[in-house]
């Protein structure tokens, strides 16, 4: 009988069939996560002639679901820290897929409205949970490349959305590209079965003989037999989750996490709201401004691809400050550039530093807290951050409603990029769980070595 640390188990891993499973399930629910999200903005310019809303109200309904998400963020990031994340992500994927199927049966906005909140509570939750569960099995080397894999689904539904909306919604109408968010539903069953529970909870709840099957997929060239000790990093315990988030020196890392979320993810909700009627009051079509949705996801896809890949090689923290920055001077210049190239340029580095930092600091977040708090550290982060995801639509709103020059609302949705930079700036390295973790197993090495 010999102790095993299941951490460094799967941190020694080389990725392989299991990784390849996970990232893949894991892949398609971010894709409907992001396609939901931008689904609203694809459809925002025709709900506000059908129904004659103002754009404050317009703003106003695509804010709702954001309400719905900061709850489902804190709700659901806590509660997977106590019954496992791969309930929770079923439990949240059931939510945001049947009711923002439903509003493609909405006939009023308020009908529409409660439909969105109460999708909105499961789009709050999934993302934190496949996020956590992704960091607790991937291979030390390439943590923050497969969350950034994955995360390029939200990318590729945020794609999806305007392109079905460019070509479905004239024949079918707006409520038909309501009615595709339906099918996580049915592959839910298969999901289910094939997805782990992360190893710190089996080893929590008992359960042994999942949690020895799970490490040889994980790392098949382990001797791991049932008799085994198990054993983990030993962190502050506490039974309020929340509590840990400040223990261990890291009270401002978390408020800066936060204030960072807050920042980006105003960016992010108020240019998937109001891009494509930004782009109409500045002349152009509908199918247009519609395309410059399509780059601005674009744009994240690539920018999270290739600095997700680098956060591996010289750390986090060194490549998000510069691109929190890099998005707040594109929209600032986006404002002012008449030539279409530089424009579509523009979008897609706007799509990379906000959307795209946006994927790459939820892996940072989940590499810089134990497993024991993983979730509520990034579903708190994520609830926080939907203030100002909330407070995006209703800017946007609020700016077209007072007809102010196009380019000063670019550079009310810059502003913040700056913020994000400087309150990730102030974030110390050396007390991310991860950095434990590694000095551990130096420390380990080296008696290993002397005995």
Known sequence: MKTINSAEVIANSKFNRFHLSLLIWSFLIILFDGYDLVVYGTVVPILIEKWGLTPVEAGAIGSYGLFGMMFGAILFGTLADRIG???????????????????????????????????????GGIMPNVIALLTDYAPKTMRSMIVSVVLCGYSVGGILAP??????????????IFWFAGLPLVML?????????????????????????????????????????????????????????????????TVMFWIAFFSCLLMVYGLNTWL????????????SSLAFLVTLQGGAIIGTLIIGRLCDKYGSKKMLVPMYASGAIALTLLGFSGNSFVIYLLVAIAGAATIGAQNIVQAYVSQYYPPSIRSTALGMASGIGRIGGMLGPLLGGFLLSVSLPIHLNFIAFAIPGLLAAAALAIVPVRNAHSNKVDTNTRRDSINDAAV
């Open 189 to 253: 069953p298969i999901m289910y079965k094939q997805l782990p529970e992360t190893a710190s909870h089996l080893i929590r709840t008992g359960k042994r003989d999942k949690l020895v099957a799970t490490l040889l997929k994980v790392n098949p060239g382990m001797d791991i037999q049932q008799n085994d000790e198990f054993e983990e990093l030993r962190e502050k315990d506490t039974k309020v989750p929340i509590i840990g988030l400040f223990q261990d020196k890291r009270a401002l890392s």
């Open 276 to 287: 494509p009627k930004l782009m109409i009051d500045a002349g152009y079509g509908l199918n």
């Open 85 to 123: 994340r791969k309930n929770v992500i079923a439990i949240t994927l059931i939510l945001f897929s049947l009711f923002t199927f439903l509003c493609g049966f909405a006939e009023t906005p308020t009908m529409f409205s409660t439909y969105r909140f109460l999708a909105g509570l499961g789009l």
């Open 163 to 176: 392109l079905l909306g460019i070509f479905i919604m004239p024949k079918f109408g707006w409520e038909s």
